[in-house]
């Protein structure tokens, strides 16, 4: 059965480092997106991309986050600098197009120490 | 501003009862509403999707009913088992170019032997 894959799994960086991460969303899955969940939250979305275009990033915060997915099929979400309030779950999911069941990786847990 | 609200409650019932679980919304006009499942240190895993025009959804034990008047879902595991213990999410959806998904806090349901 194919998969979202995500690394890392687990992240641990210092204040004001730069962090990616990396996600392969399931061949042939147009919409991609990435979401931050913060422990006893549920997901909330930072930028959706369609093919290579970003279609939403209302919530991203501009000034140290940065998402890309030049040729529309894997994804990197970039923080820098990372703050202590960056520490959650950063998932990532892929759709066959809006309006669809996503299915989600396993998530790169990252703590800013 | 929108809002989604599931139990914030823990859920405990005994095996073999039948887990209900809620999720209301206020400030906001789904034209879907997904359930997903998500168990520690990984991500969601898609259950159910009800458009506002279904009022009920099976799927093997699981049901799911989506009230627009009352502005409330509601969830079903009939004949529930130690294995469904996880955390159950919410989402909610508009027809539109980008889909985007608003989840809930999430409801923890732990299904005793």
């Known amino acids: 059965e194919a998969e979202v894959a995500q690394s890392p799994r687990y992240k641990i960086t210092e204040k004001s480092q730069a962090v990616a991460f990396w996600c392969d969303p399931i061949s042939g899955h147009a919409t991609l997106y990435w979401y931050r969940q913060i422990l006893g939250q549920g997901p909330e979305l930072l930028v959706q991309?369609?093919?290579?275009?970003?279609?939403?990033d209302s919530q991203l915060p501009k000034d140290r986050f940065s998402a890309e997915r030049l040729k529309g099929v894997d994804s990197t979400l970039k923080i820098q600098p990372a703050e202590l309030g960056d520490s959650a779950m950063y998932l990532c999911?892929?759709?066959?197009?809006?309006?669809?069941?996503?299915?989600f990786g396993p998530g790169t847990r990252l703590t800013v120490t | 501003s929108q809002k989604i609200e599931q139990n914030s409650e823990a859920l405990n019932i005994q095996e073999g009862k039948t887990a209900t679980l809620t999720c209301n919304y206020t400030n906001y006009s789904p034209a879907y509403l997904q359930w997903y499942r998500q168990d520690p240190g990984r991500g969601p895993v898609f259950l159910l999707l009800?458009?506002?025009?279904?009022k009920e959804k099976r799927k093997e034990r699981l049901k799911v009913t989506f009230d627009t008047t009352l502005k409330q879902s509601l969830f079903h595991i009939t004949a529930s088992q130690p294995a469904d213990s996880a955390t159950y999410l919410c989402a909610l959806g508009r027809s539109s170019n980008t889909g985007k998904l608003i989840f809930g806090q999430g409801t923890t349901l732990q299904v005793k032997p």
């Open positions: 991309f369609q093919d290579e275009s970003v279609v939403d």
């Open positions: 999911a892929s759709s066959l197009g809006t309006d669809h069941e996503q299915y």
């Open positions: 009800i458009r506002e025009n279904e």
